[in-house]
């Protein structure tokens, strides 16, 4: 096993010499999951002017403790007039603070004669205002370069009646399955062949990560078409993800042919699901190059291998800091596992409880028991030559973060 590279030298030659991808301008409501390529600047203050928090009654501090008239009121979108010294002005949730007043006391705190109203005693300046530029002072950093448009930052955005937003364009990714046995759903199976689980599941996956995939071909086992399809889809996407065909036995073209035609950087990794892994760069006829990730076949290797891989790739193409790493969790181990020379990445839901997070492995971790992957909220890494008992802590990949 001394042939077997660790996953961090993978990375590591993954990731040489990535660029991002060009940007495009795009309009706000399109521009949900997209990443942002430059940063943008607030023009506006946010909230634009002082206003109260809650349905109540703005005065003076210094008027508290007394009755006092009520000389306006001021719902939300109605600009508020100067507030005589000793009066009150009846305010709404948004309303405008009218100048002279500096405060706010809830209505339920208030006892009402007709136009009067008395004011508990004691409120502090300030109490329930929502000052203008509590939020965003304008001027400042809104959003950053790199940061992905989910609710909250669109919402960000709207607030500064922003309506075209420049971002990166989605990484155009060619999808190739490997592999005489694997056929489309919806084809009458024959003995030996299997189903294609892996192209909807990395399909999924690969726009969850913020790609285009622009082509899904199958590949025969057949060392020449697997060279034209390979330069094909090279000369249409800017990441070529193959799965299967990288390994060693007869039938496996990939390898070979991305010699042939390109550059292999990396192809054996010591991680357990996944093992065969080729990492290298196909060739354009304009003299640039696509980015090649070629997955192994089995459906939970490509699975984990799309997370360990793809994931960082495309970050680092959509300059995206967010999608380069996974969070990590310490958890306890529900579980007991001993490991060999390899990395093992365990399929593992997490529970989180007031005295930690608890790490429960899916029973069969099996590369082509893709169930494992469902619920999965996490990887489990287990370290080469490790037994873990159960309780012992462990670091986990977090999926949803």
Known sequence: MADLQPISAALEALLVDVNPVASEEITLEAAAGRVLAEAVTAQLDVPPFDNSAMDGYALRAADAGQWLPVSQRIAAGIQAKPLAPGSCARIFTGGEIPPGADCVVMQERVEIDGERALMPADIPAGDNVRRRGRDVQSGSVLLNAGERLEAAALGHLAGQGITHVNVRCRPRVALLSTGDEIIDPGTPLKAGQLYNSNRPMLKRLLETFGAEVVSTVSVPDNYTRTVELLKDAATEADLVVTTGGVSV??????????????????????????????????????????????LPGNPVSGFVGAWLFLRPLLGAMLGCQDLETLPIITANAGFATSTGPREHYMRVTLTFTPNGVTATAFADQNSGVLSSCINADAFAVIPPNSEIVEGDMISCLWLAG
């Not at 080729?278 to 990730?293: I, W």
């Open 249 to 294: 036995g007869e039938e496996d073209h990939v390898k070979a042919a991305l010699e042939s035609i390109g550059q292999l950087d990396m192809w054996k990794l010591a991680i357990r699901p996944g093992k065969p892994l080729a990492l290298g760069r196909l060739p354009r006829e304009d003299g640039s190059q696509a980015r090649f990730v070629g």
